[in-house]
């Protein structure tokens, strides 16, 4: 077969970065292609040549029987080139089936939209692709995972021939993701390529059917997907040899307690109660809404607690908000990085001082000096890589970007950090970084609860872990305990009775 799409020598270039370099890649119809490789190994431009976001500055990209040079948002819809990026695109108002046919909205005449069209053809789609949808439900009431559904959808509405997937599964439960494969077997039995973008390995093995890996702007290999074994990939991915990527560390039994909180609730979560020791990592277990995140809102004063107590370092700990949570201590650093943890049009300098802007502050006069500083010295501790602190922290890569919201964290020097899916949508080295990080951290006498829906991670990472399920806390597990098939099973176990609690 000839290649539905390929990129012929394309490279493309930013103010002091060679984004691409003599990039030649095919994809056949039909197939689930992977682009794998380390944040700012070239990924995100190549895609983004396809709906005109990035234009090469030399080379061509062959499609459907054309070359191009660029396309553009529109001319890339018409011809079914369809791109779902991590943040989606639909209007959270509008019904499913609004938003599968927004902008080709059928018509009963020029001026009155064809409702029942759109809904019966929905319908058809649904049924067709296996999937479970209402096209009258509202967008805005769906799980993430079956917004995704809606997108899709929409992309084989429009008839998409090639259909992009950027990180598809970092929102998702295991149960979503095992929808959406179901989604990806059906539409790949239909001719449309698919090109999937994955930092979690063990996806790509399942699901893709050839791989190619990108590192600094290059095309390092494109093989089927069995030819490769783990290390292989990982290894073509990193140009190097990664050690065990979890480093040993004595784990904490005891000792020193930094927080506890007996029988809290609010926010979700009822009658939790336990402990964090001082020099320990505390992994907290669970599915996507077990209510992890929203145990964390409450540590941190982002949300009010119904009632029950916090105690740090033995004394009453009771933030009104995050403001307090930090002077007292306690830092957050929250699962969605772009939104909540980083202003992205400010600078990697801005970021890091914002905390404790007052502290490097006189008479209202930022001294510009002691705040260059304290981000260098955070730059070089935690191995930021930025061609410089007044570059924009959305040119950086995702693992840097990480490091930034880390060291925006560790600039109010807190004794207990909070960190909400520490490695979420960063590659394989970045992790490795980040965990040597977590554990330079543990040496200085700080806490760490880590919340992780990466299995691997949580055990490779705590000393404890704490299980949650529909909002209680269901189990704990010592070091010596960490067990996967328990962890899952604390994690989809019944409610706990009401007033039991679970103290470690």
Not at 312 to 334: C, W
Not at 336 to 364: C, F
Not at 435 to 454: A, C, F
Request: charged share 25%; hydrophobic share 35%; proline share 3%.
């Amino acid at each position: 077969m000839e290649p539905i799409l390929e990129y012929r020598n394309v490279s493309k270039a930013f103010p002091g970065v060679q984004a691409l370099s003599d990039v030649s890649v095919n994809f056949m119809p039909g197939e689930v292609h992977a682009l794998v490789g380390e944040n700012g190994a070239g990924k995100s431009t190549l895609i983004k040549m396809l709906t005109g976001v990035n234009v090469p500055d030399q080379g061509e990209i062959y499609y459907n029987g054309s070359t191009y040079k660029s396309f553009n948002p529109k001319m890339s819809r018409k011809l079914g080139l369809g791109v779902m990026y991590q943040e989606l695109s639909l209007v959270n108002e509008l019904s499913v089936a609004e938003n599968i046919f927004l902008g080709n909205e059928p018509r009963k005449n020029r001026f009155l939209l064809d409702r029942k069209k759109m809904e019966e053809e929905s319908q058809r789609v649904f049924a067709d692709l296996g999937v479970n949808l209402k096209p009258d439900a509202l967008v805005g009431t769906l799980s993430v995972g079956y917004q995704q559904m809606v997108e899709l959808c929409r992309a084989v509405v429009e008839e998409a021939k090639v259909l992009v997937l950027d990180e598809p599964t970092a929102p998702l439960s295991s149960n979503e993701v095992e929808i959406l494969f179901r989604f990806i077997r059906t539409v790949k039995k239909k001719g449309i390529t698919i090109i999937y973008i994955s930092h979690r390995l063990d996806e790509i093995f399942e699901i893709t059917d050839r791989i190619t890996v990108l590192r600094d702007g290059k095309v390092i290999t494109t093989k089927n997907t069995e030819e490769f074994s783990r290390d292989e990939l990982i290894h073509c991915m990193v140009g190097r040899k990664l050690t065990e990527i979890y480093e040993p560390r004595e784990g904490v039994s005891g000792g020193e307690v930094v927080l506890e909180t007996r029988n809290l609730s609010g926010n979700g979560v009822k009658n939790i109660s336990l402990k964090a020791y001082r020099g320990e990592i505390l992994g907290l277990g669970g599915l996507v809404g077990a209510g992890r995140t929203e145990f964390a809102e409450l540590l941190y004063g982002h949300k009010k607690r119904d009632s029950g107590e916090m105690y740090l370092n033995g004394k009453l700990f009771s933030p009104q908000n995050p403001g307090q949570a930090q002077r007292a201590g306690v830092v957050l650093v929250p699962e969605d990085r772009k939104q909540q943890g980083l202003l992205l049009d400010m600078t990697v300098k801005y970021n890091q001082s914002l905390p404790i802007v007052k502290q490097l502050s006189r008479y209202a006069i930022l001294n510009e000096k002691e705040e260059t500083k304290l981000a260098n010295y955070y730059c070089d501790n935690l191995g930021i890589k930025t061609p410089s602190l007044k570059q924009k922290v959305k040119n950086l890569s995702g693992g840097n970007q990480q490091k930034v919201v880390i060291a925006k964290g560790l600039a109010s020097e807190p004794e207990l950090i909070i960190i909400d899916e520490p490695t979420r949508g960063v590659d394989v080295g970045a992790k490795r970084e980040l965990y040597h990080l977590m554990n330079q951290m543990i040496e200085q006498g700080k806490t760490i609860i880590m919340i992780s829906s990466d299995m691997e991670e949580l055990l490779g990472m705590s000393d404890r872990i704490a299980v949650f399920c529909e909002g209680r806390l269901t189990g704990t597990l010592g070091k010596n305990e960490f067990d996967a098939e328990v962890i899952l099973k604390y994690a989809s176990s019944e409610n706990v009775a009401e007033g039991e609690t679970y103290e470690q």
